[in-house]
């Protein structure tokens, strides 16, 4: 599994501590047909989890819009309670960036194969997890 980089994040996303991934159809939001992704990368011996979400501009048939911009939420949690087993037992940061139009693409396929390659669906939902 290769890490996905994006010039805006510091530290690429790592395919290897990715463990649940959620594939939504693209939907309407806000007015606007949007694909959204969400990625969670769970580092146990950093005791951090970041949650990216994305959240794209579609045409109909489901491609990204190129002349829109792209949100993508990072969530990093830090700590994680093994008794109960929750993050953010030391805190949380939000991020929100903006990606340009060929950037979003390219996280999106980059993300949705990580997901369909190396998890498996729950169910049929829009649920995929990593099962080692």
């Given at each position: 599994?290769?890490?996905?980089?994006?010039?805006?994040?510091?530290?690429?996303?790592?395919g290897?501590?990715?463990?649940?991934?959620?594939?939504?159809?693209?939907?309407?939001?806000g007015?606007?047909?949007?694909?959204?992704l969400?990625l969670?990368?769970?580092d146990?011996?950093?005791?951090?989890?970041?949650?990216?979400?994305?959240?794209?501009?579609a045409?109909?048939k489901?491609r990204?819009?190129?002349?829109m911009?792209?949100?993508?939420?990072?969530?990093t949690?830090k700590?994680?309670?093994?008794?109960r087993q929750?993050?953010?037992?030391?805190?949380?940061?939000?991020?929100?960036?903006?990606l340009?139009?060929n950037?979003?693409?390219?996280?999106m396929?980059?993300?949705?194969?990580?997901?369909?390659?190396?998890?498996?669906?729950?169910?049929?939902?829009?649920i995929?997890?990593r099962?080692s």
């Open positions: 599994m290769q890490d996905i980089r994006i010039p805006q994040l510091a530290q690429p996303i790592k290897t501590l990715c463990t649940i991934g959620h594939l939504y159809r693209p939907e309407m939001r007015g606007a047909l949007t694909q959204e969400w969670y990368e769970d146990l011996e950093g005791q951090t989890r970041r949650v990216f979400k994305v959240f794209a501009p045409t109909p489901g990204i819009r190129r002349g911009a792209t949100t993508l939420s990072v969530q949690v700590g994680f309670n093994k008794e929750i993050w953010g037992h030391d805190g949380e940061q939000r991020d929100s960036l903006t340009d139009g950037q979003a693409d390219q996280l396929k980059q993300a949705a194969t990580l997901i369909k390659n190396n998890m498996k669906r729950y169910r049929d939902s829009v995929w997890y099962h």
